[in-house]
């Protein structure tokens, strides 16, 4: 089974940064379409760069386009993936990603479209769904503006009405993500409004997962899985529910329907140099003949010393999401976490959110003002004993089997990461899982390790 966590690639706030330094990178997102750059329609405000010209087009009085891409080239090297029990375990391969878009600005309208070209090299057995869809539509969607809608006032009343395909990043992305990092991003085919007033927004959506194809221009959306919720944002605070329908769901070996709710709840912020991000998640509904219930915790504390050398950030995280509790009987309590994001706990993330108590302590530093690097540690427990182990995705990758120990392993992780200009990034990281007693005691159990090299030009 194949691992869908990366390096990523640090993303600016939405707004254009004027005080910027020369080195720093300019202010971009990873769904491209939260960008406004209606700021640099004065050419005076514009810092100077070369692709200037390209993030605001004047076509008439009020309408405009912007131009952007990525190219981004990844190798990844593994030795024992899942420990040994991998198709593959000893691989090596290349992805190429090239991902361009345009966005044509119109008074209260909008047209956003973004092909995707991806393509993979020497992935073994052969190449999966994330790894390469070759040329297809990663988006294509028209906004229709109403009210206060992008006019940038925090106390407006605006709704902005939106249709087509759409990647969808919602809080810090435990449910519903872009997946980013594998080399195809995930996409989604519907409907979405999205409403602010006096500085709350709320999302509403209903939408269809995009499957990627091997051949070019074949992407669909799922005839099996479909998305829909809404999601508050205000103030710190994070409020949403989230349904969920799959026809052809499995849990623990069996196959059927599953219709689960989640409701949720998140606070965080930043105060002093502490940092701060907590959530909780309930689910319930059914699966075939059982009742679900089930529920996730995540906490993440940190602090950033500004005056030391470096300005190390320390974090430390800790998450408890449930797994079964007794097997064959009439309620599922398997966690799913939906659409996360491909990095879950880290750039190599063998295990997903499902039936896990993780702790993770981290320290990233700024070696330059143009190099960082971080440090982390993760432990890993199964929350209970009789249900096993998942992939991000929420494969089953570890039957429980006749095991009785928790621990699943502990892991370390090293990155590197130098913006040697605005546009082009330059990142490495090299992780170590080492099996605990869960892993021995159900099949194969050598060390983990990954390497990983990727270069990525943004404009």
Known sequence: MRKLALVGLVVASPAFAQDREPWQPPTLTTTRYDEDWSTMADPADRPGRWSDDLKYIPITDDAYATVAAEIRIRNESYRNNLWGGAAAPDDGYQWVRFVPSVDLHAGR???FVQPIAAYAIGVAPSASPIDQTRVDMLQAFADLRLGDAGTGSPDGVGVTLRAGRQMISLGTERLVGTRYGPNVPLAFDGVRA????????????AVRPVQPRPSSFDDRPSRTKTLWGAYLTRQGLDLYYLGYHNTQAR??????DELRHSVGARWFGSREGWHWNAEGIYQFGRFTNQTISAWSVGTELGHAFQDLPGAPDTTLRFNVVSGDRHRGDTQLNTFNALFPKGKYFGELSPVGPSNIVSLNPRVAV???????ASLAGMAYWRFSRADGIYDIPGNLIRAPGTATSRFIGREVEATLAWQTTPDLELSTSVSLFGPGGFIRQTGPARTIAMLGLEANFRF
């Not at 602010?196 to 959506?205: I, K, M, V």
């Not at 700024?366 to 960082?372: F, L």
Request: hydrophobic share 50%; proline share 0%; glycine share 14%.
């Open 109 to 111: 309208l909008r047209a």
């Open 194 to 205: 999205l409403a602010s007033l006096n500085g709350a927004t709320l999302s509403l959506f």
């Open 251 to 256: 849990f623990g070996g069996v196959a059927g």
């Open 366 to 372: 700024s070696v330059t003002k143009t190099v960082s």
